[in-house]
């Protein structure tokens, strides 16, 4: 008996698995299930509490005005693709303050320098630990503070082009 169900085992984890992904793909085709719609912990919330090569969550609050925060990362392809979004917003005076992520410093540098750097501040998190405090769940992730230092808004993936112009109306020093 103990022989049979160890033989089971398997195929009713199989069959879960199954089951799971036919119903992620039926939520994908009524629109139902949103890959992006991991809800975070921090908005509404205070900025949490970091120190990274580059800026801290004292550098961000000392601002006194919103600011944009932006994983990224080098071997990211989608930052490539998000690349001409953040210039747009940069050329528009946002101000957006980029955070490496698991990233080597020359690596970081030479990214910056084929797709542009739309960056005020540049940190590093080169361990990723700031990230898991923050809940980033992939880069590039985009995160809005208010001049009190809230998390208004995240957004998980490239920006799209049409960010531009509601983040440069929210943000622009």
Same mark, same amino acid.
């Given at each position: ?11 009713? !984890? ?24 991991? %809800? ?23 601002? =006194? ?32 303050? /980029?955070?490496?992520? =698991?990233? =080597?410093?020359?690596?970081?540098? /030479?990214?910056?320098?084929?797709? /542009? ?9 080169? %361990? ?10 992939? !880069? ?16 998980? /993936? ?16």
């Amino acid at each position: 008996m103990n022989r049979r169900l160890l033989l089971a085992a398997p195929f009713g !984890v199989a069959l879960l698995g199954g089951g799971a992904f036919y119903a992620m793909l039926r939520g994908l085709q009524t629109g139902s299930f949103d890959p992006r719609g991991v %809800p975070s912990q921090l908005i509404g919330k205070p900025l949490p509490e970091f120190q990274l090569p580059g800026f801290s969550r004292a550098d961000v609050l000392a601002r =006194k005005r919103p600011v944009i925060i932006n994983f990224f990362a080098s071997w990211c392809v989608p930052c490539v693709d998000e690349a001409p979004t953040l210039m747009a917003l940069h050329q528009r005076g946002v101000p957006i303050w /980029g955070i490496a992520y =698991k990233d =080597k410093p020359a690596a970081t540098q /030479g990214f910056l320098a084929r797709h /542009g750097n739309p960056f005020t501040n540049l940190a590093s998190d080169e %361990p990723g630990l700031v990230a898991i405090d923050w809940g980033v769940t992939g !880069v590039p992730e985009t995160y809005l503070i208010d001049a009190q230092g809230i998390v208004q808004w995240r957004f998980v /993936g490239p920006l799209p082009d049409a960010a531009v112009d509601g983040l440069s109306k929210l943000v622009a020093s």
